[in-house]
T-cell receptor, first 116, second 110 residues
Framework: GAVVSQHPSRVICKSGTSVKIECRSL??????MFWYRQFPKKSLMLMAT?????????EQGVEKDKFLINHASLTLSTLTVTSAHPEDSSFYIC????????????FGNGTRLTVT | QKEVEQDPGPLSVPEGAIVSLNCTYS??????FMWYRQYSRKGPELLMY????GNKEDGRFTAQVDKSSKYISLFIRDSQPSDSATYLC??????????FGRGTSLIVHP
């Protein structure tokens, strides 16, 4: 149980275009999902908390107009990287918890974004 | 001082060895402790989740928590090459959002 599916696993796009990444909880409902970014050989950096039916909460230093988050249902959150630049190239991972605040997070398999 | 300290390694061991991975933390509010395994270019996979001090065993994996010392460990018995990955510790004090260590890279060579 507690499966989080993320799509696509890999995407290459040109500078200036936008890319949408989907995160789905397959066997549970998640009012809250989380988006992380990970640089090579570095730990996870929380970007934002996605709340179903309301605005996302962004961490300090994360541009909310560049990283648009939509959490339209209890099983789906999307991250759109707008007007992508090469410095946005990274590994993006979503996560969700099926339980209470003390339940562990379960992660998707990540999306490798390359902006050329 | 970071809230969670974890040696990035790499830690290289021969197949069959017992592996010990560790994290220390400074925030006494942390009460829930997790270990994740992350293969290259994949998302982290939850391995162990513990609440109290003491040991928790699951197959070849044992998680140990010592709250008095603010020290947690993950032991892997009979390590296999397929255990080669990055192991992340994480902990939380009652929030959805855990604090992660930077991960330890483990290499198990045949």
């Amino acid at each position: 149980g507690a499966v989080v599916s993320q799509h696509p696993s890999r995407v290459i796009c040109k500078s200036g275009t936008s890319v949408k990444i989907e995160c789905r909880s397959l066997d549970f409902q998640a009012t809250t999902m989380f988006w992380y970014r990970q640089f090579p050989k570095k730990s996870l950096m929380l970007m934002a908390t996605s709340n179903e039916g309301s605005k996302a909460t962004y961490e300090q230093g994360v541009e909310k107009d560049k990283f648009l988050i939509n959490h339209a249902s209890l099983t789906l959150s999307t991250l759109t990287v707008t007007s992508a630049h090469p410095e946005d190239s990274s590994f993006y991972i979503c996560s969700a918890s099926p339980g209470t605040e003390n339940s562990p997070l379960h992660f998707g398999n990540g999306t490798r974004l390359t902006v050329t | 001082q970071k809230e969670v300290e974890q040696d990035p390694g790499p830690l290289s061991v021969p197949e069959g060895a017992i592996v010990s991975l560790n994290c220390t933390y400074s925030n006494s509010a942390f009460q829930y402790f997790m270990w994740y395994r992350q293969y290259s270019r994949k998302g982290p996979e939850l391995l162990m989740y513990t609440y109290s001090s003491g040991n928790k065993e699951d197959g070849r994996f044992t998680a140990q928590v010592d709250k008095s010392s603010k020290y947690i460990s993950l032991f892997i018995r009979d390590s296999q090459p397929s255990d080669s990955a990055t192991y992340l510790c994480a902990m939380t004090g009652g929030s959805y959002i855990p604090t992660f260590g930077r991960g330890t890279s483990l290499i198990v060579h045949p």
